[in-house]
């Protein structure tokens, strides 16, 4: 498979703050503000880039354990983001992601290795860490707490 180094996603204004968000190949969605701004028919850009750090640290976990022919089973991420007053301006000053494993860590023998390097190959989480604080916590399918940073 040949790499990609370039990416492009285009945006259209429909309506007030209301953008059909355009992937391509693989579809559309809709962004907009809540209100008092829009009217919150979609998530707004700071939602969008807390999913995208929540899949990338759960893509790079599952990688991670699968490089070891191990199976984390049905993983799972919840992120809860703060909104800050920064020179004041609204900004994201944390991202606070929880990965849930859909397997017992005694079934993955390799574990430890694997949470040691994942966040290593996020791309989207490792690029947001040079201007937001991102904390990560990973338990498994019991909800042992497996890892905290």
Request: hydrophobic share 40%.
């Amino acid at each position: 498979m040949a790499e990609q180094h370039e990416f492009s996603v285009s945006l259209t204004l429909l309506q007030g703050y209301k953008f059909e968000v355009d992937f391509g190949e693989f579809g559309q969605v809709f962004s907009d503000e809540p209100a008092p701004l829009g009217e919150g028919n979609g998530p707004n850009p700071s939602r969008l880039l807390a999913a995208s750090v929540a899949n990338c640290l759960a893509a790079s976990l599952m990688f991670a354990i699968r490089k070891f022919k191990e199976e984390p089973g049905k993983v799972s991420a919840t992120v809860n983001g703060a909104l800050e007053r920064q020179d004041g301006r609204w900004r994201i000053g944390k991202l606070d992601v929880q990965l849930q494993l859909g397997n017992s860590a005694e079934h993955l023998p390799h574990l430890e290795r694997a949470l040691a390097q994942f966040e290593d190959f996020c791309v989207v989480t490792q690029s947001v860490r040079q201007g937001i604080e991102v904390s990560v916590s990973v338990t498994d399918s019991d909800g042992t707490l497996l890892k905290q940073a």
